[in-house]
């Protein structure tokens, strides 16, 4: 009687899943995990100051002078950030 063992060299990964496919499923974990992640850009700068006073969690503020630019753009609040300041 023979035992046939020619399972134990298989990979039953590779036998369903090619090359190709396994790159796609990193590319898109990869990119959900980027989505997902918050993004911590500084769309806008916060002027310097100095804390004057302390109170628990919460702080008095001297700020030093700054400039504010307003634009006002009619349509959808989509479009608006593009419409205002387009690039």
């Known amino acids: 009687m023979t035992m046939n063992l020619s399972f ?10 090619s090359q190709y496919q396994i790159l796609n499923i ?5 990119l959900t995990l ?9 769309a806008t700068e916060e002027p310097d100051y100095k804390v004057v006073e302390k ?4 702080e008095i ?9 307003e634009v006002l ?3 959808a609040s989509e479009d608006a950030g593009n419409k205002a300041f387009p690039i």
């Open 34 to 42: 980027l989505l997902a992640y918050p993004m911590t850009s500084r």
């Open 8 to 17: 134990v060299n298989r990979n039953p990964i590779r036998e369903y899943v």
């Open 61 to 69: 503020r001297d700020y030093s002078s700054y400039v504010v630019a």
């Open 26 to 30: 990193i590319f898109t974990v990869f």
């Open 73 to 75: 753009v009619s349509g």
């Open 55 to 58: 109170l628990g969690d919460v």
